[in-house]
Nanobody, 120 residues
Framework: VQLQASGGGLVQAGGSLRLSCAAS????????VGWFRQAPGKEREFVAA?????YYADSVKGRFTISRDNAKNTVYLQMNSLRPEDTAVYYC?????????????????WGQGTLVTVSS
């Protein structure tokens, strides 16, 4: 599976963005898909994942929503009430090879990343 992440950009604090993770070569319908982010100088961290259910990092719970569109073979990350600390490159991941959805090494395929910048 090949993943293409898009939808990043510059937004003011309190604003919203929707990221997309489009897949080709294999369906995402039944796969676990994760979103991770990496801020400058920091390690990559878990944001959200979806399989039968949705899972979120505490830092984004209540503000971000992960969802699927099976017809488009795409997973979305709707981000509301954005904060400057949400600024990072966001990556989507699939092809689960590990047990834990919140761990980056559990995924075998990654998109190229899309930059989200939240200004204060």
């Amino acid at each position: 599976v090949q993943l293409q992440a898009s939808g990043g950009g510059l937004v003011q604090a309190g604003g919203s963005l929707r990221l997309s993770c489009a897949a080709s070569g294999r369906t995402l319908t039944t796969q676990a898909v994760g979103w991770f982010r990496q801020a400058p100088g920091k390690e990559r961290e878990f944001v959200a994942a979806i399989r039968e259910s949705a899972y979120y990092a505490d830092s984004v719970k209540g503000r971000f929503t992960i969802s699927r569109d099976n017809a488009k073979n795409t997973v979305y990350l709707q981000m509301n009430s954005l904060r400057p600390e949400d600024t990072a490159v966001y990556y989507c991941a699939a092809d689960l090879i590990g047990a834990r959805l919140s761990v980056s090494s559990s995924y075998n395929k990654w998109g190229q990343g899309t930059l989200v910048t939240v200004s204060s």
